[in-house]
């Protein structure tokens, strides 16, 4: 990330990390924890975090009262542990809720580097983002962690903030549930207008959903090199996860021959037959009719299209789900429904045409 006094593009500040994250992530407590530690310095949940990190009874629940409930049996089960070099740090602690002099003591009695982490992104408030990476890493186990990092630093023009708004992440995990609900397997998936290559992260991340492979389709030229960087992890296991750049009007959704980049620049023949066509832009396609025409009878289709009809390049946005079902329609409907996301609601079809 660009150190300068003018933000990057793809900055994401420390609030949206931590928000974002938590937002991908909802199973995970900890997160929530960690957001109120690092920006609002909140004592309990530095407390429930360390409680998470050592598994130590003595450091959540005595040091806690000692701190929080000024328990003097607490606080004096403490003591009998410390050397007395570190009474003045705990006195601090207790009487003015003093942080530094809190993680000292932390420290001291738990001599584990993860805290010493914990310490270092609460006391600097998450402002550096290797450190707040770290300090999510302890919590979250993906991949998505190191491959976002390195993209944010590796693309500091790109417009990957937009990619990870709020309202992107809530309608792709919507996305992502509902499937999960269906219990199908989606085989081999072409991801229409498939930008920066989100919605296969988190595809790829559910455990409860199958797919053999994801092949991301978009005309912008700047977005399979993001959206390959963003899902590494499944470019590398034998091209699981590929982007090209493809006029989606030109793909034959039966079977597909066409060339596609490696990273290195030259160019390789693919060939791929889909069973699962996604297109969450629907509101953006051009022709939409000719487009919807070219997709085989029988193929699993899931579609997301919006009301947001105040931007310009929003030229193909539906009322409401009946009206989504008029220009999609489909022999079987496995789901309709709308999310509201404030300025506008987003709509979701999944089904067989």
């Not at 050592?54 to 701190?67: D, G, I, Q």
């Amino acid at each position: 990330m660009s150190n300068s006094s003018t933000k990057s593009k793809s900055h994401l500040e420390t609030h949206e990390l931590l928000d974002r994250f938590e937002l991908l992530y909802d199973n995970v407590d900890e997160l929530k924890d960690l957001r109120r530690a690092v920006l609002d310095q909140d004592l309990s949940s530095i407390f429930r975090l360390i409680g998470f990190i050592t598994r130590s009874r003595l450091l959540y629940e005595e040091l806690r009262k000692a701190v929080l409930e000024t328990n003097l049996h607490s606080l004096f089960r403490v003591l009998a542990i410390l050397d007395k070099k570190e009474f003045e740090e705990l006195r601090k602690a207790v009487l003015e809720k003093n942080i530094h002099s809190l993680f000292r003591v932390l420290i001291v009695l738990s001599r584990d580097e993860k805290v010493e982490l914990l310490r270092n992104v609460v006391i600097n408030e998450g402002k550096d983002p290797e450190v707040l990476f770290k300090a999510i890493s302890i919590f979250v186990q993906s991949p998505l962690l190191e491959s976002l990092q390195k993209t944010l630093r590796t693309y500091p023009e790109s417009t990957i903030k937009d990619a990870f708004a709020r309202g992107q992440l809530h309608s792709k995990k919507w996305l992502v549930a509902e499937v999960e609900k269906l219990g199908m397997h989606l085989g081999t998936v072409f991801l229409c207008a498939g930008w920066y290559g989100t919605l296969a992260t988190m595809l790829f991340e559910s455990k409860k959903i199958h797919l053999d492979k994801i092949r991301s389709f978009d005309i912008d030229e700047s977005c399979w090199r993001i959206a390959e960087s963003i899902n590494k992890p499944w470019v590398m296991n034998e091209w699981s996860f590929k982007a090209t750049t493809q006029d989606i009007h030109d793909i034959n959704f039966s079977e597909y021959t066409y060339n596609t980049l490696r990273s290195n620049g030259t160019e390789r023949e693919l060939f791929d037959a889909p069973n699962t066509i996604i297109n969450t832009s629907c509101e953006h396609i051009e022709n939409w009719d000719k487009w919807w025409a070219g997709i085989p009878k029988g193929k699993l289709c899931i579609l997301q299209s919006n009301d947001y009809k105040a931007l310009p390049e929003h030229i193909n946005c539906v009322d409401d789900v009946d009206h989504f079902k008029q220009i999609a329609p489909m022999t079987t409907y496995l789901y309709g429904g709308d999310l509201i996301l404030g300025k506008y609601t987003r709509y979701m079809l999944i089904g067989i045409k």
